[in-house]
């Protein structure tokens, strides 16, 4: 899981407890980007279980759910779906995210449900299968609660079906209805988003928008997710079939223009962000189960072109070399993210298995040795606020109430942008200031990551000390932490009391370095 599925967690455990969907009591700011599946974790919290538990199951359940969709789709048509389904299921990228913690399956499956069940509702000329229609729409209006990008998938998909009426492959009275059932579902949470949080999008637009200036990182990081996943063999097969007119075996030219409407737009959408810097590349993941029906289409297409002239035996062998190597290739990226690494924005999966398990146990930590009523101040502001339950700044702005006090960063990575500004710290000093967590397996190596412009290093840490904090349970780990002045050694006692309590090392309070 990564750490800002804990941001969701924090949210739904709030609503079930009474308080609203807000990340700190009393202050009304949407900081998640994943409505429906906030409210599926609310759902879980009530019920008596725990988000961090049950969140990855429910996930990987809808992400087989989704595979087998793409399975059964291709096969009904008279494709190879087990072929389709193994090119989705070896996905370094598709298995990272199937038990991400966050909305990315539930996505994926929606946005793949909706294209699928519309190429099966006008499979038939002449006739519509109006159930299927509907499937399309409702599965449309669903990904729009669970991503605030789900509009753009669910437009998009909408001017085919306009189109499909133009041309006559609809009936205007289908088309209406498939729009009428998505806005239906869409346009009430426009309504009571507005009504409850004053805004029409996420505070996600505020602190990392879309816009033309990202497009250079956005364009980079498709390219590295491309090169890293291996798409471009799934892109052989396309391209391959086009060359040779060969018909793609399960799907129709109606098919593709579907599938289109929905990767290319959102591709373009992606590049305008910027990327992400989520292991596994993220935000590619939804695109995986239509990409792979695709390319196992075409590539039962070619094989079928070269069987015709006589070539069964390297129509046999493409199958065969392209998925062989796209499965191999990401198998052995999937090894590769067992290893603690970072290159550049991006790290791998062991690296944040590693971090956010190093953040929950500051959470619990934190939760033992400070008052209901301290205030916590970070950049991480998923899994050390959800464990803690304390009041928190996120110093980068994303569920921050009032962004005025916030100052833009040189930065273009997604989601780190703005950061709290030095003044707020000094004139409004919260009495635990983590900044940015970094765990360290031996406490010389502590020192507080706090990014302070010239001038302001005394201002603000005049009303701190920095000290080491060990962790609780094993293995041994420290964390750097400024304490306000007034509390600090309150924090520091309680932190030693709770080691004894568990038979730990007592060394909660080492030296650090601002």
């Given amino acids: ?241 086009a060359v040779l007119r060969a018909p793609a075996r399960g799907l129709r030219g109606i098919d593709f223009t579907i599938v289109a409407a929905v990767v290319v737009p959102f591709t373009l959408y992606l590049a305008s962000t910027g990327g992400d810097f989520m292991p596994v590349f993220r935000f590619v993941a939804p695109l995986l189960p239509l990409l792979t029906l695709a390319a196992a289409a075409a590539l039962e297409g070619v094989a079928a072109r070269l069987t015709a002239r006589g070539m069964a035996t390297a129509g046999v062998a493409f199958i065969a070399i392209v998925g062989l190597a796209y499965g191999a290739l990401n198998l052995r990226e999937s090894w590769r993210q067992q290893r603690i690494w970072n290159e550049g924005e991006l790290v791998s999966v062991a690296w944040a298995r590693r971090e956010v398990d190093d953040w929950l146990r500051i959470g619990d930590l934190l939760h033992k040795v400070a008052l209901p009523t301290d205030t916590l101040a970070t950049t991480a502001a998923g899994a050390a606020p959800y464990r803690s339950r304390l009041y928190t700044i996120d110093m980068l702005g994303l569920n921050a109430a009032d962004l005025s006090h916030y100052r833009r960063l040189p930065s273009n990575r997604p989601g780190h942008m703005i950061l709290l500004e030095e003044r707020e710290l000094a004139e409004h000093p919260p009495q635990i200031l983590l900044a940015h967590p970094l765990v360290h397996d031996n406490p010389s190596h502590l020192g507080l990551s706090l990014d302070l412009r010239p001038g302001w290093h005394d201002p603000v840490y005049s009303h701190y000390e920095v000290v080491g904090l060990t962790l609780l349970g094993k293995p041994l780990r420290y964390v750097a932490c400024a304490l306000r002045l007034d509390a600090s050694q309150r924090i520091v006692e309680a932190g030693k009391r709770a080691q004894a309590e568990l038979g730990s090392p007592q060394g909660v309070a080492v030296p650090a370095a601002r």
């Fill in 1 to 241: 899981m990564y750490d800002d599925a804990f941001i969701t967690y924090r949210y739904a455990e709030n609503l079930a407890r009474g308080l609203g969907l807000v990340y700190n009591a009393g202050e009304r700011v949407e900081g998640y980007s994943n409505f429906l599946w906030t409210l599926m974790m609310a759902v879980v919290v009530k019920l008596g279980g725990r988000p961090e538990d049950f969140g990855p199951a429910i996930s990987a359940a809808i992400a087989l759910a989704t595979l087998a969709l793409v399975v059964w789709a291709q096969q009904r048509r008279g494709g190879n779906g087990v072929l389709a389904g193994a090119l989705l299921a070896v996905s370094a990228c598709w298995a990272t995210w199937a038990t991400g913690g966050l909305e990315t399956a539930l996505f994926g499956g929606l946005v793949t449900l909706g294209a699928i069940a519309l190429m099966i509702a006008i499979e038939t000329p002449g006739r519509t299968n109006g159930r299927m229609l509907l499937v399309s729409a409702l599965a449309c209006g669903l990904a729009c609660l669970t991503r605030p990008d789900g509009p753009l998938v669910a437009a998009c998909l909408g001017l085919v079906v306009a189109g499909l009426a133009m041309t006559k492959r609809l009936s205007w009275r289908a088309a209406f209805a498939w729009l009428a059932l998505a806005a239906l579902i869409v346009v009430p949470h426009i309504v009571w988003r507005w009504s409850y949080y004053g805004r029409l999008v996420p505070n996600t637009y505020a602190v990392k928008p879309p816009g033309m200036t990202r497009f250079v990182f956005g364009w980079a990081y498709l390219r590295d997710a491309a090169r890293d996943l291996h798409l471009y063999w799934l892109a052989i097969p396309l391209a391959l079939a």
